[in-house]
T-cell receptor, first 110, second 115 residues
Framework: DAKTTQPPSMDCAEGRAANLPCNHSTISGNEYVYWYRQIHSQGPQYIIHGLKNNETNEMASLIITEDRKSSTLILPHATLRDTAVYYCIGGGGSQGNLIFGKGTKLSVKP | DSGVTQTPKHLITATGQRVTLRCSPRSGDLSVYWYQQSLDQGLQFLIQYYNGEERAKGNILERFSAQQFPDLHSELNLSSLELGDSALYFC??????????????FGPGTRLTVL
């Protein structure tokens, strides 16, 4: 099971890009990188996932380094509603479950 | 809205009691996962069901049990409740639950308070 390291907190100005880093140096070749976020005590919300290539969807972009040891989640134009805890998950448990760390608390400020 | 529903939203009960939490997966999803989120432990995987059968177990206490019914909804039963069982309980669902490529979608959770 890949373990991930994220900064505990980050600030971002509203309208600017938020770049959230994640280190997953122990990830294995077939393990995906998943990003979820949790706003207050709501259910975790799926954002994006990827294996090797960079990915983009309507919510965010995911940049994965060539050696796959780290990735960056990019919210291109952060809004106040993007204030949340962001979880980077490297692969899953041996049984396919998600292993959540402590995540990064992103605060978007006006 | 993820399409996963959970009831009830809030539950307040006393120590020693038994409660049942219910989850309905997204339409078409066969796999259901249960997670517990407490202040000191973060999000912890409890158990997974796939098409009615138990597929994986995490840190689930013996006092807790779950099942998935033919219509694919799932129930998590918590018995002999203790103060430390107070937490948010989330259900997630996925299409197949066969590995790391299967995206899980979470419900809004049930907040359990044991007094």
């Amino acid at each position: 099971d890949a373990k991930t390291t994220q900064p505990p907190s980050m600030d971002c100005a509203e309208g600017r890009a938020a770049n959230l880093p994640c280190n997953h140096s122990t990830i294995s070749g077939n393990e995906y990188v998943y990003w979820y976020r949790q706003i207050h005590s709501q259910g975790p919300q799926y954002i994006i996932h990827g294996l090797k290539n960079n990915e983009t969807n309507e919510m965010a972009s995911l940049i994965i380094t060539e050696d796959r040891k780290s990735s960056t989640l990019i919210l291109p134009h952060a809004t106040l509603r993007d204030t949340a805890v962001y979880y980077c998950i490297g692969g899953g448990g041996s049984q396919g479950n998600l292993i959540f760390g402590k995540g990064t608390k992103l605060s978007v400020k006006p | 809205d993820s399409g996963v529903t959970q009831t009830p939203k809030h539950l307040i009960t006393a120590t020693g009691q038994r409660v049942t939490l219910r989850c309905s997966p997204r339409s078409g999803d066969l796999s259901v996962y249960w997670y517990q989120q407490s202040l000191d432990q973060g999000l912890q995987f409890l158990i997974q069901y796939y098409n009615g059968e138990e597929r994986a177990k995490g840190n689930i206490l013996e006092r807790f049990s779950a099942q998935q019914f033919p219509d694919l909804h799932s129930e998590l039963n918590l018995s002999s409740l203790e103060l430390g069982d107070s937490a948010l309980y989330f259900c997630a669902s996925s299409v197949s639950g066969t590995g790391f490529t299967d995206t899980q979608y979470f419900g809004p959770g049930t907040r359990l308070t044991v007094l």
